[in-house]
């Protein structure tokens, strides 16, 4: 095999060959000029229809190729016009390269699978590109991933809000429980932006949802009452944890401020004692507990409730637990604690979403860490002023997303 064969194969292109003494290497460049190997017919840029004579030559072009040799690689070549009988005078079509870019196609795609693993400005400073240009390839083979993503049956699906922005700005984000990954994503959290997201992924996905987790949220629940019909409604228990820990929280701001000097100084700083489950207490902390609790009825009635709604979870099925959820209603109400009044009252209103969990068995734990990865995400590239290109990053980190191999281009 001659030497320039080797060179060519090398070059990977088909139809294109180096011309002879085609390479040139500067000091941290390489210059590759090649041509058109004879007998290869040229496209119309506009329907790809083949033709066996060009109308002539538009220009000679460089363009940004794969590194080669730990040096930038440059594609030096002629860009030919073909007169199309249906589309007129276009710029040929090259399966290499997209019209009007000045980065071939494998190296757009080299750019962006770097973006998978650094964020858009470390890229731009090791290509040597501008950080606008990362920004749009990154954005654009998403895109193509996206458009191919394969949209499987969800039996259980999850929703869940992530803050994007701060001063109170969310997104909601759809999870298929079971294959513990994302699906979707819209902005905000209202009714209408949920019912959004449904109508666009079609009433056949919809039909086939058994159960839905989510917040005790009424827009969230109301868009899958109206959209997913044969789906019940579970409301999440660790949501339903967090609105306990609020309420016992709040109970233990009251009474710090209506205590004494002297009994504010042994409340104050315990405010994660009251929200750790008593197995979890260290010996000195279990100690601290007890002594504010021998102080403070109002906090003794309090965490007593707060314990003692662990064995609603533990019930092993639903008609236990609605008796016990009928019972501990009522021992709040009775406290006379407006927090667990309050809470009382809200758990009952939601009460057969929460007990919808004994038939399914499905929380959002999922979602956690999926978010962590949002926020290691979103910390790593400073925020993001688009989006679109969050959302994508987002299913492209939780494994949403075709890998690039299926995405390989015949030169």
Known sequence: MSHSKIITDLLGMQGWEIEKNGIEIEDDKVLVRIKRKAGIPFRCGECGDQYLFAYDCAQERIVRDFPIWGRQSWLIFRE????????????????????????????????????????VLDVAELEGLDKGTVYRLDKKWLRIRESQRVQYPVTYLGIDEIAIKRGHKYATVFYDLERREVIGLVKGRKQ???SHFFRRWGKQMCKQVVAVCMDLWAAYRNS??????????????????????????????????????????IIKGS???WLKASRNLRRNESRRLEAIIALNQNLQKAYLLKEDFEQFYASPNAESAEQFLKEWI????????????????RIWRWAEGILA???????????????????????????????????????????????????????
């Open 271 to 273: 405010r994660w004692l």
């Open 357 to 411: 969990y004994f038939t399914h068995r499905i929380t959002n734990a999922v979602s956690e860490g999926i978010n962590n990865k949002i926020k290691v995400l979103k910390r790593r590239s400073y925020g993001f002023h688009d989006h679109e290109y969050f959302f994508l990053k987002i299913l492209n980190i939780t494994g949403a997303l075709p890998e690039f191999k299926y995405f390989n281009h015949d030169f």
């Open 330 to 345: 009522e021992r709040c109400r009775e406290s006379k604690l407006k927090p667990f009044a309050k809470l009382a009252k």
């Open 192 to 194: 209408r932006t949920v």
């Open 80 to 119: 030919y016009r073909v007169n199309c009988v249906r589309c007129g005078v276009h710029v040929e079509k090259l399966d290499w390269l997209d019209k009007g870019q000045h980065q071939t196609l494998r190296y757009e795609r080299y750019v962006a699978h770097l973006c998978d693993l650094l964020p």
């Open 224 to 265: 899958v009452i109206l959209h997913c019909r044969n789906a019940a409604v579970v409301f999440d228990k660790f949501h339903v944890y967090s609105y306990l820990s609020t309420a016992i929280d709040e109970v233990r701001r009251i009474e710090q401020n209506k205590a004494t000097a002297e009994g504010r100084e």
